[in-house]
T-cell receptor, first 115, second 114 residues
Framework: EAGVAQSPRYKIIEKRQSVAFWCNPISGHATLYWYQQILGQGPKLLIQFQNNGVVDDSQLPKDRFSAERLKGVDSTLKIQPAKLEDSAVYLC?????????????FGPGTRLLVL | DQQVKQNSPSLSVQEGRISILNCDYTNSMFDYFLWYKKYPAEGPTFLIS?????DKNEDGRFTVFLNKSAKHLSLHIVPSQPGDSAVYFC?????????????FGEGTQLTVNP
């Protein structure tokens, strides 16, 4: 079974630029999560999708971050414009059962550096 | 407001000995706790969990202990192996195993020396 795929793996941009990350979850997984992990901290949930609907986006900075999951499969997370404090690893995870915490499978992440 | 804290950024143990990783939480609404393991350049992987109705859960070399009155949990690895060297995250949720979002601690880097 293929795991969660993410691209790009690394991205360097200057502040005020825009950036987008892509995630392809495990086939058949209805629930998709985006996390932000700042260096020295644990992952923080940004947004959770159930199929193509948003379940929880309470911690998403909506003035600059947006995410979509068209057709309930792949997802993109966008930052526009980026700030220095957005430098982090962005992790995507998927789960086959709604809210099942033990079966969240994480992708390798996209490491973003904002200069 | 750091609701889940892992106060030891790093831990080093000898192969074959016990590794004990600690985690404290402040939110009394948390009722489900999980440990994740993370290797470099990979995402976290689920290791073991415990519900607040239990005080111990064991899976092979890994045991998690929960002390609700102290709002403290610990992960014991016995015996430790070099392949256990990784970052370990403690996470908590309110709402059971199918509950709300996970709140993670900062992580502890475990190094097991041969």
């Amino acid at each position: 079974e293929a795991g969660v795929a993410q691209s790009p793996r690394y991205k360097i941009i200057e502040k005020r630029q825009s950036v987008a990350f892509w995630c392809n979850p495990i086939s058949g997984h209805a629930t998709l999560y985006w996390y932000q992990q700042i260096l020295g901290q644990g992952p923080k949930l940004l947004i959770q999708f159930q199929n193509n609907g948003v379940v929880d986006d309470s911690q998403l900075p909506k003035d600059r971050f947006s995410a979509e999951r068209l057709k309930g499969v792949d997802s993109t997370l966008k930052i526009q414009p980026a700030k220095l404090e957005d430098s982090a690893v962005y992790l995507c995870a998927s789960s086959g059962r709604t809210g099942d915490l033990e079966t969240q499978y994480f992708g390798p992440g996209t490491r973003l550096l904002v200069l | 407001d750091q609701q889940v804290k892992q106060n030891s950024p790093s831990l080093s143990v000898q192969e074959g000995r016990i590794s004990i990783l600690n985690c404290d939480y402040t939110n009394s609404m948390f009722d489900y706790f999980l440990w994740y393991k993370k290797y470099p350049a990979e995402g976290p992987t689920f290791l073991i969990s415990i519900s607040s109705i239990k005080d111990k859960n064991e899976d092979g070399r890994f045991t998690v202990f929960l002390n609700k009155s102290a709002k403290h949990l610990s992960l014991h690895i016995v015996p430790s192996q070099p392949g256990d060297s990784a970052v370990y995250f403690c996470a908590a949720s309110g709402g059971g195993a199918s509950g709300s979002r996970l709140t993670f601690g900062e992580g502890t880097q475990l190094t097991v020396n041969p």
